[in-house]
């Protein structure tokens, strides 16, 4: 896969991610956060191994058990918190505040000792500004917990990609993709049925919740789970943060133009279009490394 394929899938990938504020506020306040994990993350496991089965069967390795419990142990963390922010924020909120995580990406691998270029580190900084101010949305009249639960979020959500990127170079996409899915939906069960044993009886259905659910384990737990994995496996952590940071950009056109059936619109302004200016010019000056100074500099 060359450079300009992996990044037309993390872009496909980074799309998707913009929809899924929207899709999980969709969900009422009452059902337990784990209950949607153990939902959609059970369908989007599913839907893997029915399209790749073979492949699964002949690749598998003990050391997939192993990294796929550790990202599913991070995954049920982060994605609980995060359904639980989002009941203390709208979905446009959720969405510019979770970007912090593309700042946080590069102080983590400088203290994991990993390699980040100086134009990595320009082009994050102008990613960083462009969504600060894009983040005028209006927090005034926000309570306080949930970005501050949220903020809790990017830092697990970062440590995760980092993880994510370093295992996608040894573990086959499918596999990976399908194991954390499914150990994702035993651990969210197991805690969903300690504290509401009634589990799937408990639950009161309606279309919009069952329709999120069912879109959410789709392309997020399912398309983009197996799509990031595939890519990852050629591109770098670096490279990976910067086209995630278009994330924001997705989400503020989706914002604008969602139903009201599935959110509160909120209009584009002049400081969400700068910043979205930022966002692209940092992601050109991180990818193009127009800091070089050094022929053995890589990236991490």
């Known amino acids: ?8 899938l993390l872009l496909s990938v980074t799309a998707v991610w913009s929809s899924e504020m929207i899709l999980l506020k969709n969900v009422p306040a009452d059902v337990s956060p784990f209950a ?10 599913a839907l893997i191994a029915l399209a790749f089965f073979k492949r699964i069967f002949r690749n598998i390795h003990k050391k997939d058990f192993v990294h796929a419990a550790v990202l599913a142990a991070m995954n049920v963390t982060y994605n609980s918190l995060m359904i639980v922010a989002l009941r203390f924020m709208d979905s446009a909120a959720g969405s510019f505040i979770i970007s912090f995580t593309l700042a946080i990406i590069p102080v983590m691998l400088i203290v994991m000792g990993r390699n980040v270029t100086k134009s990595n580190l320009a082009g994050m900084a102008l990613i960083t500004l462009g969504i600060i101010a894009a983040l005028k949305v209006g927090f005034d009249d926000m309570d306080i917990r949930g970005p501050l639960i949220m903020l809790a979020v990017c830092l697990i959500r970062a440590f995760y990609i980092i993880k994510m990127n370093d295992f996608a170079k040894t573990s086959d996409a499918a596999v990976l993709s399908v194991l954390i899915g499914a150990m994702v939906t035993v651990l969210a069960f197991a805690i969903w049925f300690v504290m509401q044993p009634g589990t799937f009886f408990a639950l009161s259905y309606s279309k919009e919740m069952l329709s999120s659910v069912f879109m959410d384990g789709y392309l997020i737990c399912g398309y983009a789970v197996f799509v990031n994995l595939a890519a990852q496996k050629y591109a770098s952590t670096t490279t990976c943060s910067a086209i995630y940071s278009f994330q924001i950009i997705f989400a503020v056109i989706l914002a604008a133009v969602v139903p009201e059936t599935l959110g509160t619109t909120v209009p584009i302004t002049f400081a969400k279009a700068a910043g979205c200016v930022l966002i692209v010019a940092g992601t050109l000056c991180s990818e193009l490394d127009f800091l070089k100074s050094d022929k053995g500099e890589k990236n991490a």
């Open 1 to 8: 896969m060359n450079k300009l394929q992996y990044c037309i």
């Open 36 to 45: 949607v994990l153990t939902m959609n993350n059970g369908i989007g496991a």
